[in-house]
């Protein structure tokens, strides 16, 4: 039987593959598609996706030695900078490997501890994890949209 940590990692993991699946399809040429001239292009979203997982990895779980550097939420939109395939795949790589080690050095008991964050406000590390589920699986839906449209 799994503990709870095991159980919400593999959540987490089994969530994050909406990302994954498609990373391998990315080329360097789809980096700057966008549905539309206002909206995200395919670079922008993967590094916010790894923004967002650091952040959330301090910040929820502090991961108070992080380095975390979310130029797209300081940005707030698409700066066109994100055409870099390999820095863009070794950062998603990086977030995954970070958010994951946080998750798993959590205890069971852990989970019902309340955080508080200005995003969200006050949730359990358990209820926190699914803002993050969440979070990486939009945003790999609108990569899929733009994959297949743009």
Known sequence: MMTKTESILSMWAEARTRLTK????????????KLHPNSNSIGFLLRHIGDV???FAKNVFKA???????KTVIAQKDTGEWTNHAELMDYITQSATELSAIIKAQT????ETIIETKEFGKKTKQEAVA??????????GQIGIILKYA
């Open 22 to 33: 498609q990373l391998p399809g990315i080329t360097e040429a789809d980096l700057v598609k």
């Open 64 to 70: 108070d030695a992080l380095q975390v550097h979310a």
């Open 108 to 111: 069971d008991a852990d989970w």
């Open 131 to 140: 803002r993050i589920i969440s979070h990486t699986a939009y945003h790999a």
């Open 53 to 55: 997982e650091l952040l």
